[in-house]
């Protein structure tokens, strides 16, 4: 049964943790993404404190930003680092509002971090939430902690007042960050998502990245003989870059309904087909061509270690290379290729890929100033904002025509013409990462036991469509849909 529906101002602070999808842990550092969200209570509106901070509406200060009400902006401080925040979108703010205080707070630890403000009711007024310790954005909806987002995609752009901001963003942008048919997340950077390889290394041994599992295989074993791990992810934190490969894959044999249908919760998602063909395929690199050792691993350590010339194939999304940069050598020239076609038969070709708004951004409803919170996201979306923003963190926005001009990086030329490539061939976006977290940590952990040879594709697929019959039948928890 579920449990009966609670305003949020009476829920407890455990009720609250839990609504959330959080828990608190004793370890230090520890993920605290956890359980399910509480029953649906009926959202509210952006408190009294919020319209305290509010001033008068014009077409330069649609929301009524109050001149002199302070900020509070939470950056999750991971791949794409703060300067961008610091040096860019917040000297944009206070050059808009001189008055204004800002405080900064950068982290890696989202969740932990804001946990106990959200049940206080203590938040900030702006959040780029992210990383692996991020929070719920459907558990915060359903407990009516975000502000909904149409009036910001709604608003005069600043570069063109007789365009709305929607209208500057590349298609598809607001949409990847609806909840019940509604934008309630900013999802900032157009992301990429394949297998990342040293072009300058595979130039040197005459390597050319495969275009399907047989040329794959063919090429790990060639890898393999020069002492190098052919394929790798990080096990201990990031189990989720491997299931983006099964997923993408599973969307190539059958077309994106794949993907919409495990969204969707539908009765045979896990089991069809090309989820298992995709399982199967992937599992056998993991498990012929991937040291056992690298699940212990975070990230960043398999990353440094492909940098080292250690491994040849790493999944990943476009951050990767800016947060490598350090550990990157000059010799070491960051390229991705799509994922190889599983069968002849694909729906999708070769160079079909990954491309989709990342990085998700909210707006506390709860939050002292909402108005400036959301000012700040359309600052970010102008374009010397998002301009800043590439230069800063070598990623590109959402923004249409920010980044012209711009010299990008070899990572970046290289997603660019993967773009170019793909054309309308494009994997979309897996939301029941975001909208079922119980789900998405039951996924990491079936990765890990697949990929690492501990179970086979069956019974991934069985241990999989078992959990999401489990959510879809708990009434404790939202439900979302999409469709293609």
Known sequence: MSNPPSRP????????????????VAVPGAGVLASCATASPTPEAAPSSAAASSGATSPENPFGVKADAPLEVVIFKGGLGDAYATDIHQPLYKKKYPQATIKHVPTQQIAQTLTPRFASGDVPDMIANSGSD????????????????TQLFDAPSIDDPNKKVRE?????????????????????VFTAFGLWYDAALFEKEGWAPPKDFTEFKALCEKIKAKGITPFAYAGKNAAYYAYWMICISAAKIGGNQVLVDLDNLTETSWTNDSVKQAAAAWAEIGKTYMDKSFEGLIHTEVQTRQNQ?????????????NEQKKQTPDTFKYAICPTPSVTAADKMPYEA???????????????????????YLRIMLSKEGARGFTEKSGNITVVKGAAAGLALSPGNTSVAAAQDAAGENIVTFSSFEGWYKELETELRK??????????????FCAAMQKKATAVKND??????????
């Open 168 to 188: 500057t963003l590349v298609p598809g942008t607001v949409e990847s960050g609806l909840i019940d048919g509604k934008p309630f997340v900013m999802n900032y």
């Open 475 to 484: 009434s404790s928890i939202t439900k979302q849909t999409r469709s293609l």
């Open 134 to 149: 991020l929070m719920d954005n459907g558990a915060l909806h359903q407990e009516g902690q975000l502000t909904e987002l």
């Open 9 to 24: 101002s009476e829920v407890s602070r455990r009720s609250m943790m839990r609504g959330l999808g959080l828990a608190a």
């Open 446 to 459: 079936q990765t890990n036991a697949l990929m690492f040879g501990r179970i086979t594709a069956d019974q």
């Open 309 to 321: 010339g250690k491994v040849a194939f790493y999944p990943s999304g476009s951050w990767l290379e």
């Open 353 to 375: 890929i990954r491309a989709a708004a990342g990085e998700g951004n909210i707006i506390p409803s709860k939050g002292k100033n909402v108005p400036g919170g959301l000012e």
